[in-house]
């Protein structure tokens, strides 16, 4: 169990790290952009902990966190990736060029 978090804690401080490097040389508001499309992240997977906790503590059911974590994680990665203030959505949609066709 020590090893499952020693990884993600790795992560996030290399992560973080590697986000404040990038942001030395950014334009003010292009740095307070990119630290609050990071609050959704947090909250979000803190939400899903908080929820997929208390389900299986009140159905008395550990087992049932092998189930909930990859789907309510994708689920979350699925709903914030794709949401319409995701910085690369606009270059994700196809416009229709002068012609008509795509």
């Known amino acids: ?3 499952l978090g020693i990884g993600p804690t790795t992560g996030t401080v290399q992560a973080t790290t590697a986000a404040l490097r990038a942001q ?3 334009a003010a508001p292009d ?3 990119g630290r609050l499309l990071g609050a959704p992240w947090i909250a979000a997977f803190t939400a899903l902990f908080l ?4 389900l299986t503590s009140a159905l008395d059911t550990p087992e049932l966190q092998s189930v909930l974590w990859p789907a309510g994680s994708g689920l979350v990665v699925g709903l914030l990736s794709t949401s ?3 910085p690369y959505a606009a270059t994700c949609r196809t416009t229709p060029s002068a ?3 795509p």
């Open 31 to 33: 740095a307070l952009s």
């Open 24 to 26: 030395r040389g950014a």
């Open 99 to 101: 012609s008509g066709s």
């Open 51 to 54: 929820a997929i906790t208390g």
């Open 84 to 86: 319409p203030k995701a």
């Open 1 to 3: 169990m020590t090893f």
